[in-house]
């Protein structure tokens, strides 16, 4: 049975260990709409920053924010959105459909009650450091991408670990759709995003 113990020992930043930049992690990257399972390209963690930080989402955003309607509001992001599978490259949207793994996972948390004050705890834990951080579509939620070292434990291994140690550390849940290598994940506009300075050049 994996323990989580064994996955958080007390080397700070255990997860996240110094990306070679030269060789940056890449993932795929959809055109709306979700329903299209076939990605038109390779992208790395610079470029979906740009992405998000950069006007190039921001009507979508600002219209999914003003939908009340929950069903609504979820057609329009799966028509209006591109998405990115942080967790490795694909021949098409499905996990038998793996390239290569990213060593990315994403850890997503939905309807918070104080978004900005789980981000600011995020970017301080001490146990993971941050890739990549940003508001999720619909505003209520975060999107935390990590790095995950696959010589030491399987991406489900590592999900389990990360939501163990969540619930524990902030007494919260995170979306179960995390261990999926596949799962979508949806580019908003947030001029807010952040990322780590090493993938920043000088």
């Known amino acids: 049975m994996f323990d989580t113990n064994n996955l958080l020992i007390s080397d700070t930043n255990h997860t996240s260990k110094n ?27 610079l470029e979906t ?13 600002e219209i999914l924010r003003q939908i009340i309607d929950i069903k609504k509001a979820r057609s329009y992001k799966a028509t209006n959105f591109d998405y990115v599978t942080f967790s490795g490259t694909f021949t098409s949207r499905r996990n ?10 994403t850890i997503d948390f939905d309807h918070l009650a104080d978004v900005k004050e789980l981000k600011t705890a995020l970017l301080a834990d001490k146990q993971f450091s941050t890739d990549l951080l940003f508001r ?12 995950i070292d696959l010589d030491e434990y399987t991406h489900l291994q590592y999900f389990s670990g990360i939501e163990k140690y969540i619930k524990k550390a902030y007494d919260l849940s ?3 759709s995390g261990k999926d290598l596949a799962r979508a994940c949806f580019l908003p ?11 920043i050049q000088a």
């Open 19 to 45: 990306v070679a930049l030269a060789n940056p992690q890449v993932f795929s990257f959809f055109k709306a709409p979700v329903k299209n399972t076939i990605p038109s390209k390779e992208i790395t963690i």
């Open 96 to 105: 038998d459909g793996l390239i290569k793994h990213s060593g990315l996972i």
């Open 189 to 199: 506009y947030d001029s807010e995003v952040y990322i780590n300075p090493k993938y």
């Open 174 to 176: 995170i979306d179960s």
């Open 136 to 147: 999720s579509p619909g505003g209520f939620g975060l999107k935390w991408i990590v790095t």
């Open 49 to 61: 920053y740009q992405l998000i930080k950069s006007n190039r989402y921001q009507r979508q955003t």
